[in-house]
């Protein structure tokens, strides 16, 4: 079992940055992939990133290559998430979740999930 808390979000403004985290809880998390997604309102909830248990390796999706960043520090649990030159379309509910195995960009496959944190891109 894991527990994920992400925290980080808030409002900025176009062109700002904003750092999101999320800490779990329990003594494997070294051996889950992890991913972020997120949540528009009236839309589903899409890929954005994902690392691999080991760190070694990351996906991205196409809408933020080169301007968000995933990593880990497995000593602390954590798992972040840097966003960069944000865009009003970035705008939505930002969710980490966790899964056993290799790095996937589908939801469906991801076993954990935290209660989400709200990012708001301002023009």
């Known amino acids: 079992q894991v527990q994920l808390v992400e925290s980080g979000g808030g409002l900025v403004q176009a062109g700002g940055s904003l750092r999101l985290s999320c800490a779990a809880s329990?003594?494997?998390?070294?051996?889950?992939?992890m991913g972020w997604f997120r949540q528009a309102p009236g839309k589903g909830r899409e890929f954005v990133a994902a690392?691999?248990?080991?760190?070694?390796?990351?996906n991205y999706a196409d809408s933020v290559k080169g301007r968000f960043a995933i990593s880990r520090d497995n000593a602390k649990n954590t798992v972040t998430l840097q966003m960069n030159s944000l865009q009003p379309e970035d705008t939505a509910v930002y969710y980490c979740?966790?899964?056993?195995?290799?790095?996937?960009?589908?939801?469906?496959?991801?076993?954990?999930w935290g209660q989400g944190t709200q990012v708001t891109v301002s023009s």
């Open positions: 979740a966790a899964r056993p195995g290799v790095i996937v960009v589908d939801a469906f496959r991801y076993d954990y």
């Open positions: 329990g003594r494997t998390f070294s051996t889950y992939a």
């Open positions: 690392i691999s248990a080991s760190g070694v390796r990351t």
